[in-house]
């Protein structure tokens, strides 16, 4: 019963983050707007159920890639307030791997999109 509540205890720690991150970080907002736009046009253009997979890996791996980031970020900012090289390259490599994640994703989308987006042109 114990080990339940232990895991139980870091799921409701691991929920918290999550929302923490929603709440407090406007990229997250963006990526989940952009996310939700996507989600409705797949449901419109009537995703395989490849396409799905594509889609909802894509959109995970963006999401996680800006709350590592986020984590970064402030373990960064927590142990030092002063500039040093070092810091900012952390924080600027956890945002280039957000960045190049948020790149790969829009390639990735214009697959996924542009035969579906082209046949209901022609029709």
Partial sequence: MKQWRQRWKRFRNAWSGMVAAVREEVHMKIHLMLAAIAIVFAIV???TKWEWL???L??????SLEMVNTAIERTVDLVTKDFHPLAKAAK???AGAV???AIMAV???VILFLPHLYNWVLK
């Fill in 45 to 47: 253009f009537h995703f």
């Fill in 107 to 109: 390639m990735i989308g």
């Fill in 58 to 63: 894509t959109i995970g791996a963006v999401i």
């Fill in 99 to 101: 960045l190049l994640g």
């Fill in 54 to 56: 594509i889609l909802l």
């Fill in 92 to 94: 600027d490599i956890a």
